[in-house]
């Protein structure tokens, strides 16, 4: 979907009046809702179970904030094995729910699992990707957040997800459980993340994942900014961006011939989060028009 933004400004004796949207939104917080999809079945056994199957209806890691470079990851208490030795903790947030071989993860029951986001966001949604080593694809586990980089964490839910499943699921299912909120945001301005395991997922000692997604809550696509340079006719613009988008800026005095093309093909900045460019925007008429696109 193409996203347009348009905004405008007058010069008249060298002063700018800038318009600019601005959405406030207040949602009552209600208590985040887990939800349960699956079982899908073993890898490579019909019908609908094959990898490409699970993530149709879930889309693995796209957007997920656990891949972004600036995200770090540590396993500050406890221990972490794949099913063929030690280590590998990366599968977690790799983007990918796939089948067990090689890539199902243990933690021992307590262990703690920190991801340092890099910047503050507001979270939307988590997904546990499990496959049921032991019969069992349900999820214990506490989720805590921080807004000051892990110096204080507060718990934002103790998920005790047990399978329920009609008919349950057997050995080598998938199962993805899914932690939302009513209003949309379940945690504002965070940037850590710990989740602690609890068991009851594959054997008496151990929990077992393939896969966990943070998605954060998308930004408004609006400009945020306006300024104008009257000594040499300049103008700079500062819009919500997406990490990896690219865009296209366009000029008009008219809302209807927009044929002058300021650069279409502008990449976002390298923090995602906003994108800034300053243009020449020589001319005599006292009132221009500016539009944003993604492309």
Same mark, same amino acid.
């Given at each position: ?12 004796? @060298? ?29 490579? #056994? ?7 199957? !699970?993530?149709?209806?879930?889309? !693995?890691? *796209? ?13 500050? %208490?406890?221990? @972490?094995?794949?099913? &063929? ?8 947030? $790799? ?8 890539? *199902? ?5 307590? %262990? ?8 503050? *966001?507001?979270?939307? #949604? ?10 069992? +694809? %349900?999820? &214990? @586990?506490?989720?805590?957040?921080? +807004?000051?980089?892990?110096?204080? &964490?507060?718990?934002?839910?103790? !998920?005790?997800?047990? /399978?329920?499943?009609?008919?349950? %699921? ?35 000692? /151990? ?50 011939? &927009?044929?002058?093309?300021? $650069? ?13 460019? +300053?243009?020449? !925007?020589?001319? $005599?008429? +006292? ?6 696109? /993604?492309?």
């Amino acid at each position: 979907m193409k996203m347009t933004l348009v905004t405008k400004f007058r010069n008249r004796l @060298l002063g700018l009046y800038a318009l600019v949207a601005i959405a406030t939104s207040i949602h009552a917080h209600a208590a985040p809702a887990v939800t349960e999809h699956g079982p899908y079945g073993e890898v490579g #056994q019909a019908p609908n179970n094959t990898n490409a199957f !699970v993530t149709g209806l879930h889309p !693995v890691g *796209i957007g997920d904030v656990l891949e972004l470079p600036s995200t770090t990851r540590s396993i500050v %208490s406890g221990r @972490l094995k794949t099913e &063929w030795g030690e280590g590998a903790e990366g599968i977690l947030n $790799d983007g990918l729910a796939l089948n067990a071989a090689g890539a *199902i993860n243990y933690f021992e029951n307590g %262990s703690q699992l920190e991801f340092q986001l890099g910047a503050k *966001i507001d979270m939307a #949604q988590i997904d546990f990707f499990m496959y049921a080593d032991w019969k069992r +694809t %349900s999820a &214990w @586990l506490d989720v805590h957040t921080s +807004t000051d980089g892990g110096a204080n &964490w507060n718990l934002l839910h103790e !998920v005790r997800q047990a /399978e329920s499943n009609d008919p349950p %699921s057997v050995d080598r299912q998938y199962n993805v459980h899914s932690l939302t909120d009513p209003t949309g945001i379940l945690a504002s301005g965070i940037n850590a993340i710990r989740f602690t395991f609890l068991g009851d997922g594959m054997g008496d000692n /151990e929990s077992g994942y393939v896969e966990i997604d943070v998605y954060g809550v998308e930004a408004p696509f609006v400009i945020t900014e306006i300024n104008y340079s009257p000594d040499d006719d300049m103008v700079t613009l500062t819009w919500t961006s997406r990490p990896g988008a690219t865009y296209g800026v366009f000029m008009s005095t008219d809302l209807t011939d &927009w044929s002058a093309d300021l $650069d279409d093909n502008v990449s976002a900045d390298d923090d995602g989060e906003t994108t800034t460019r +300053t243009f020449d !925007v020589l001319s $005599d008429e +006292t009132e221009l028009f500016f539009r944003v696109e /993604e492309n």
